[in-house]
């Protein structure tokens, strides 16, 4: 009843405004209609007075409140889950009041990009913008603002699972909210701890802390904040295994969501919702909100350009639980193989989406079909691996002629999957490439690499092909990227590359991307490009490696053509030779960091020069090939034989970093380590790989093997996994 009245009240002073010709009032009563329709959550129309608003204030140069119609903007595309345009909207308010000197609008707006950079789970970014605007509330004494920040600030840090310092940005706020009578803040304070407390499992803490919440957001009507507060409540009962109450306020929750027209609420609650379905054994009712809440969060996912991967990558940190659960629910529905289009659905999307683009193809979630299809072009037998909650593993087997079959497998409850992985590759010994005494860790009597062998392929052994030449293209997840299969142990300790061809991709259906890549490539032109211990950039102290030198003199020889050595290695003029390029074989060091501090790792190190620092990056990869409107690299191999070329962050989408751009570039067959291979035993392994595959014809795949096998096979006997086991083919065989 208040907005009507206030409603009524702005519409009179804006045709007062008009009839005595106001302008400046006039911009202002539109302003303020915008604010009243979008509590009301009637956005069309908010958005409609806004820019009315904005386009009087830019005629008349009334700076102030076309900076306020901006920023207003901005909140209502947030609310809207569209984000890029939000934050399009908060730059421009930003630039003006900066310019204006207007210090409230200045910090409010810095405030409003931490929570767009914060829904885009982009945590550090918005940190930047949250403690900026606390600086500046602070010095103009504007408590309520500074109330909010420290809030902001703590929504952060509770993301990052820094806990500690979440409690106290999130006390502060309390205590300066309570003390100046700002309500809303107090609220979101109240509810904030009371979801860290849940995290600690204190559980009565935590629903008294929510229920505080819930009432105050009731009592002065933020319906969001209300939601907010309900779907905290609600995780409490389900971790308390009170599935009614849970369900129940999920159920609540979302209709507010739904009332509000937020659609990330509306997606959290649907997926929360699911969740605890299935927890209460309600599998028919779990699948629909699940299913709701993936394809709602695949279409926030989508209204993310093509050319913000990074923002389609973060986002989907947030969104994956749906996925899992929903796989959870669809196995035991007895429907495997629908499970298995939604662990593929859950994978490498921004990837595929990227891809599909390039060749103007509206992308379609992957159907059984389609992944059938793909195991038969391929005439290799595809596994793929789904980590359920660090409780199970799913491993799901395609033959090549199209028969799909899954494995359930029980995780150890006494050591996580992440830690297990972590222990078997320090048995291992993995060390340095440049490091040449890497010595193997045998002070550990159990072998991990054969507890892995029992988890990950003793349960689907007798589905696998029995010849050793037909192949096997595994598809990790989470921390799996980083497990080296080829050195898996049987019972016997025979390692698994005795046994079988391996390959690895990030999904299956970047598998059908790869062949495309494949068949565009096969009859363009190119020269090779090899290069082998550049000199090493001012940058980072890294060591020469002179076994590289030899491994690009050898391989160039190979390859007829000149190995680009020390300074001639820089950065441009690799760049410069990239795109004409058909094979491209760099012997460098890889590093992991992430060297442009936009959140892409991995680089390629190279000679630095007047023109670059001597990094080229996985994000300059993906800007000058991978993006829309590039043109992809016409290499047919891209060989990164450095260290640890294959790893990256580990995210939702796969692993993030130089292969990813790689093949987002266009390349269909890549070679990269999952560590740091000794120099010496690389030039050794790589010699062979090329020898293998220009002069005994092989395939890359059986090229790698045969190559793996002489070194395991080699007189000093049984040699260690360290020096032949880190290297994996990506992609194509053929």
């Given at each position: 009843a208040e907005y009507e009245l206030a409603i009524d009240l702005y519409k009179q002073s804006l045709a007062i405004s008009r009839e005595i010709g106001y302008r400046q009032q006039e911009a202002c009563s539109l302003n303020n209609l915008g604010n009243v329709y979008r509590n009301l959550a009637e956005?069309?129309?908010?958005?409609?007075?806004?820019?009315?608003?904005?386009?009087?204030?830019?005629?008349?140069?009334?700076?102030?409140?076309?900076?306020?119609?901006?920023?207003?903007?901005?909140?209502?595309?947030?609310?809207?889950?569209?984000?890029?345009?939000?934050?399009?909207?908060?730059?421009?308010?930003?630039?003006?009041?900066?310019?204006?000197?207007?210090?409230?609008?200045?910090?409010?707006?810095?405030?409003?990009?931490?929570?767009?950079?914060?829904?885009?789970?982009e945590y550090e970014q918005a940190i930047d913008f949250f403690e900026q605007s606390l600086a500046i509330f602070r010095e103009i004494g504007a408590r309520q603002g500074e109330a909010s920040s420290l809030g902001n600030l703590g929504s952060a840090y509770d993301s990052l699972a820094e806990y500690e310092q979440a409690i106290d940005f999130f006390e502060q706020s309390l205590a300066i909210s309570r003390e100046i009578g700002y309500h809303q803040g107090e609220a979101s304070s109240l509810n904030s701890l009371g979801t860290v407390y849940g995290h600690f499992a204190e559980y009565e803490k935590a629903m008294n802390l929510a229920q505080q919440s819930l009432d105050i957001f009731r009592k002065i009507g933020d319906r969001s904040?209300?939601?907010?507060?309900?779907?905290?409540?609600?995780?409490?009962?389900?971790?308390?295994?009170?599935?009614?109450?849970?369900?129940?306020?999920?159920?609540?929750?979302?209709?507010?969501?739904?009332?509000?027209?937020?659609?990330?609420?509306?997606?959290?609650?649907?997926?929360?919702?699911?969740?605890?379905?299935?927890?209460?054994?309600?599998?028919?009712?779990?699948?629909?909100?699940?299913?709701?809440?993936?394809?709602?969060?695949?279409?926030?996912?989508?209204?993310?350009?093509?050319?913000?991967?990074?923002?389609?990558?973060?986002?989907?940190?947030?969104?994956?639980?749906?996925?899992?659960?929903?796989?959870?629910?669809l196995i035991a529905l007895n429907k495997p193989q629908q499970a298995l289009e939604i662990s593929e659905r859950g994978r490498a999307q921004a990837l595929v989406n990227l891809l599909l683009s390039k060749q103007s193809l509206t992308p379609q979630p992957p159907n059984l079909q389609e992944i059938k299809k793909i195991a038969q072009e391929q005439n290799a037998t595809l596994v793929q691996y789904s980590v359920i909650y660090n409780n199970e593993l799913y491993i799901w087997v395609i033959s090549p002629n199209g028969e799909i079959q899954l494995r359930t497998v029980n995780l150890p409850q006494d050591i996580s999957l992440q830690q297990l992985v972590k222990v078997s590759r320090e048995q291992i010994g993995v060390k340095g490439r440049g490091n040449n005494n890497a010595t193997p860790q045998t002070n550990d009597a159990t072998n991990h690499l054969q507890q892995l062998h029992q988890l990950l392929i003793a349960p689907i052994a007798d589905l696998l092909p029995t010849e050793t030449q037909e192949r096997i293209i595994f598809i990790p997840h989470q921390e799996l990227f980083l497990v080296p299969f080829a050195a898996l142990q049987d019972k016997n300790k025979t390692y698994l590359i005795e046994k079988h061809t391996i390959l690895t991709a990030p999904s299956?259906?970047?598998?059908?991307?790869?062949?495309?890549?494949?068949?565009?490539?096969?009859?363009?032109?190119?020269?090779?490009?090899?290069?082998?211990?550049?000199?090493?950039?001012?940058?980072?102290?890294?060591?020469?490696?002179?076994?590289?030198?030899?491994?690009?003199?050898?391989?160039?020889?190979?390859?007829?053509?000149?190995?680009?050595?020390?300074?001639?290695?820089?950065?441009?003029?690799?760049?410069?030779?990239?795109?004409?390029?058909?094979?491209?074989?760099?012997?460098?060091?890889?590093?992991?960091?992430?060297?442009?501090?936009?959140?892409?790792?991995?680089?390629?190190?190279?000679?630095?020069?007047?023109?670059?620092?001597?990094?080229?990056?996985?994000?300059?990869?993906?800007?000058?090939?991978?993006?829309?409107?590039?043109?992809?690299?016409?290499?047919?191999?891209?060989?990164?034989?450095?260290?640890?070329?294959?790893?990256?962050?580990?995210?939702?989408e796969g692993v993030v970093g130089l292969s990813r751009s790689l093949i987002a570039a266009g390349v269909p067959s890549l070679v990269v380590s999952l560590w740091k291979v000794p120099d010496d035993a690389t030039q050794e392994l790589m010699v062979e790989f090329y020898t293998n595959l220009y002069e005994r014809k092989l395939d890359k795949a059986q090229a790698l093997r045969q190559a793996m096998l002489i070194m395991l096979k080699d007189e000093a006997g049984n040699p260690d996994p360290l020096d032949w086991a880190a290297f994996t083919i990506i992609g194509e065989a053929e």
């Open positions: 956005y069309e129309q908010a958005i409609d007075f806004f820019e009315q608003s904005l386009a009087i204030s830019r005629e008349i140069g009334y700076h102030q409140v076309e900076a306020l119609s901006l920023k207003n903007l901005g909140n209502v595309y947030e609310s809207l889950a569209e984000y890029e345009q939000a934050i399009d909207f908060f730059e421009q308010s930003l630039a003006i009041f900066m310019e204006i000197g207007a210090r409230g609008g200045e910090a409010s707006s810095l405030r409003n990009l931490g929570n767009v950079y914060r829904n885009l789970a904040g209300e939601a907010c507060s309900l779907c905290n409540l609600g995780t409490t009962y389900n971790r308390l295994l009170e599935y009614e109450q849970a369900i129940d306020l999920y159920k609540q929750s979302l209709a507010l969501a739904r009332e509000i027209g937020s659609p990330d609420l509306e997606a959290l609650s649907l997926a929360n919702l699911g969740a605890a379905l299935k927890d209460s054994g309600n599998f028919t009712e779990a699948e629909s909100y699940l299913y709701d809440s993936i394809k709602l969060y695949e279409t926030i996912r989508a209204k993310i350009s093509l050319n913000n991967d990074a923002w389609r990558i973060s986002i989907f940190e947030k969104q994956t639980n749906p996925y899992i659960s929903l796989q959870q629910v299956i259906q970047s598998l059908s991307l790869t062949r495309q890549h494949r068949e565009r490539v096969k009859n363009l032109p190119g020269e090779a490009l090899v290069v082998g211990n550049p000199i090493m950039p001012q940058l980072k102290k890294l060591s020469p490696l002179p076994g590289a030198e030899t491994e690009a003199k050898q391989i160039a020889q190979m390859l007829d053509t000149e190995p680009l050595l020390g300074a001639q290695a820089t950065e441009t003029t690799i760049v410069q030779k990239l795109p004409k390029a058909k094979i491209i074989h760099l012997a460098t060091h890889g590093l992991l960091d992430d060297i442009s501090g936009v959140g892409s790792p991995g680089a390629i190190v190279l000679a630095d020069s007047d023109q670059d620092n001597g990094f080229l990056t996985s994000r300059e990869i993906m800007e000058q090939y991978g993006l829309p409107n590039t043109t992809p690299l016409r290499a047919e191999l891209v060989v990164l034989s450095a260290c640890d070329t294959g790893r990256g962050d580990i995210k939702g």
